[in-house]
């Protein structure tokens, strides 16, 4: 059962910018808290951006904090991520998430994940 699926990422410049969405197909994912996390390439899952969907409250990566954006849908059902001034470093491997497991906040334990999306920032 796929019930978030993805959008977006490829390569580009230091410097550049992108955009990633995530539509859920369950609407329980889309009730309470959606996110992103990372994972790059020998490192471990590293939360990046979290939203409330009731308030639109949204939580950063001090490492992405002014950078990233993190919005969704007037429906509710479609997050975006969007993704400014990339550096080498945010080359990762980026999932949505949904459903965390605890609270909504920057944190790598969720229990639904896209498939993943590659992102390559080159220098």
């Known amino acids: 059962e796929v019930q978030l699926v993805e959008s977006g990422g490829g390569s580009v410049q230091a410097g550049g910018s992108m955009r990633l969405s995530c539509t859920t197909t369950v609407s329980r994912l889309s009730r309470y808290c959606m996110g992103w996390v990372r994972q790059a390439p020998g490192k471990e899952r590293e939360g990046v951006a979290a939203?409330?969907?009731?308030?639109?409250?949204?939580f950063y990566a001090n490492s992405v904090k002014g950078r990233f954006t993190i919005s969704r849908d007037d429906t509710g059902t479609t997050r975006y991520l969007q993704l400014n001034d990339l550096k080498p470093e945010d080359t990762a491997m980026y999932y949505c998430?949904?459903?965390?497991?605890?609270?909504?906040?920057?944190?790598?334990?969720?229990?639904?994940w896209g498939q993943g999306l590659q992102v390559t920032v080159s220098s």
């Open positions: 998430v949904a459903d965390p497991q605890g609270l909504c906040e920057i944190q790598a334990d969720w229990n639904a």
């Open positions: 939203i409330y969907t009731d308030s639109q409250t949204t």
